[in-house]
């Protein structure tokens, strides 16, 4: 594939060039996948107002998200295990995202470690918690965030309880992986992928092995972490956290009125409208349908990302009219990655701003920052 169109183009040399079972375990969701599915389809009937005979000179993607400066409103949203999509994958995603001048979002269950990222690909990218049992590990995860010179946290809501996603059972995903002769046989026709791995010693998850007590290596992980997600998670650790970190803080998972209003109670920086790419409550409503209602009831109060679904530069245009102020990539940028290392993560940003520039031109804007519900086609948009 010598001409790379769309992020379909790299989804595919993806598919090819990862193994599959870190492949499904990026491009899948809980149960049925119906909202993985419905993230992105729910852009589709969304139509754009077309306008002509307007000047379309001196256009900019540039804005703010919660008072940083971006080449345009996306992020690279935290997604576990990116180092297996490729090796040292959140180190070349990190590096990516700051030259193209998008923040980056570390997972907590990344495999390069917080300390990793920040020596490799510098300082300022924004790094994602999970609210674990073990509170004096989280005490320590955010001041080594804090240490590295992280300029954001996100925190993750929406992940008490694990959804069950059936091609990881498939697949035998686990920490360590289980090999199967199908597994072994995968692996073997990815030589480009088991050289990469060969090259590096990152391999495990970097935040958690070492830094907790009795986790010293991959095989005595997996236990530590089925028993870590907090199912007791509360506004109250959520103010706890707050507290704790004392810097820019965005909150995401948000999918209901309610839980908005609360969020900015919390007096966050930012809330995420996202169902986690589909990959925790399968039947929730798709992130671009639930944008709306947010926005109407939170949207003068505290600023509104959104999350899931944005395969395009139109899909970032479609949010930002309805309301958000930044959009997050997660799977497309996987998709990059896994075709082609750090030049994939920037040739994603380069399609999709540059799509988001003409197709905001052809709508009768010059500035991403003037873009309303206007561009929209009446009846075509979900409403509050």
């Excluded at 040292?88 to 269950?109: C, N, Q």
């Excluded at 995860?141 to 990881?168: E, F, M, N, P, Y």
Aim: some cysteine; proline content about 4%.
């Amino acid at each position: 594939m010598t001409v790379i169109t769309c992020v379909e183009d790299l989804r595919r040399l993806a598919q090819k060039r990862v193994p599959r079972m870190f492949y499904d375990y990026a491009d899948s969701g809980s149960w049925t996948e119906s909202t993985y599915r419905a993230n992105e389809a729910d852009f589709v009937p969304i139509k754009l107002r077309q306008r002509v005979a307007v000047n379309m000179e001196g256009r900019s993607t540039r804005s703010t998200l919660i008072g940083q400066e971006v080449a345009m409103p996306v992020a690279l949203a935290p997604t576990g295990l990116t180092g297996m999509q490729h090796a040292d994958g959140e180190i070349l995603a990190a590096r990516a995202a700051r030259a193209f001048g998008v923040p980056f979002t570390l997972s907590t269950m990344s495999i390069c470690s917080i300390e990793d990222v920040a020596e490799h690909a510098g300082p300022g990218f924004w790094f994602q918690l999970y609210v674990m049992r073990d509170r004096d590990f989280i005490e320590r995860l955010i001041d080594r965030a804090k240490a590295a010179g992280c300029s954001a946290l996100v925190l993750t809501l929406d992940l008490q309880i694990l959804g069950q996603r059936h091609k990881d059972l498939k697949n035998g995903l686990s920490a360590p992986p289980k090999p199967t002769v199908a597994s072994v046989l995968d692996l073997l026709s990815k030589p480009r992928w088991c050289l990469g791995m060969a090259g590096t010693k990152r391999r495990q998850f970097g935040n958690i092995v070492g830094h907790v007590k009795g986790v010293s290596d991959m095989s005595q992980l997996s236990a530590w972490t089925a028993q870590q997600f907090d199912p007791g998670l509360s506004w109250a650790d959520v103010e706890w956290v707050k507290q704790r970190w004392g810097g820019k803080l965005i909150l995401k998972g948000i999918q209901d009125e309610a839980d908005a209003r609360l969020a900015v109670q919390s007096g966050a920086d930012a809330l995420i409208v996202s169902n986690h790419g589909g990959r925790q409550l399968d039947g929730a409503e798709s992130s671009i349908h639930a944008l709306p209602k947010i926005v109407a009831a939170v949207g003068s109060q505290i600023e509104v990302h959104m999350d899931g679904g944005i395969r395009s530069g139109q899909d970032v245009l479609k949010a930002r009219a309805l309301g958000a102020r930044g959009t997050y990539i997660g799977r497309a940028f996987l998709y990059g990655l896994g075709a082609q290392g750090q030049a994939g993560v920037s040739k994603v940003l380069e399609l999709i701003q540059k799509e988001l520039e003409i197709s905001m031109a052809f709508t009768g804007h010059t500035d991403i920052d003037t873009v309303d519900r206007s561009i929209l086609l009446p009846g075509t948009y979900p409403v509050a």
